[in-house]
Nanobody, 126 residues
Framework: QVQLVESGGGLVQAGGSLRLSCAASERTFDFRAVAWFRQPPGKEREFVAHISWSGDYTYVADTVKGRFTISRDNAKNTVFLQMSSLKPEDTAVYYC???????????????????WGQGAQVTVSS
């Protein structure tokens, strides 16, 4: 069982930056694609970015393209989401998720992600 723990959330002013981390408890995390999703207040959860198991392939949603970057350090069993030029509409609970299968590229839909963190609150003030 892969357990994921997000950290790095908090309160930031518009235009600021934050880096979220997603740390895993198990070594097989290194062989799984990982994604970040977010759930704004009163809205459904939405895709933000994903990264392949090797880190060679990344994809980010149009809403955050050019502002957010996903990366990973498999030596540390950790995936990061660097968020810059934050906007109030980025306010949400951010979740990391790891795919059920190994050696994948990742996807934008929740179905293939079997392991989820508890979420990290990000609040951007105007």
């Amino acid at each position: 069982q892969v357990q994921l723990v997000e950290s790095g959330g908090g309160l930031v002013q518009a235009g600021g930056s934050l880096r979220l981390s997603c740390a895993a408890s198990e070594r097989t995390f290194d062989f799984r694609a990982v994604a970040w999703f977010r759930q704004p207040p009163g809205k459904e959860r939405e895709f933000v970015a994903h990264i392949s198991w090797s880190g060679d392939y990344t994809y980010v949603a149009d809403t955050v393209k050019g502002r957010f970057t996903i990366s990973r350090d498999n030596a540390k069993n950790t995936v990061f989401l660097q968020m810059s030029s934050l906007k109030p509409e980025d306010t949400a609970v951010y979740y990391c998720a790891a795919e059920r299968s190994q050696y994948g590229l990742g996807s934008t839909v929740e179905y293939g992600y079997a392991y989820w963190g508890q979420g990290a609150q990000v609040t951007v003030s105007s």
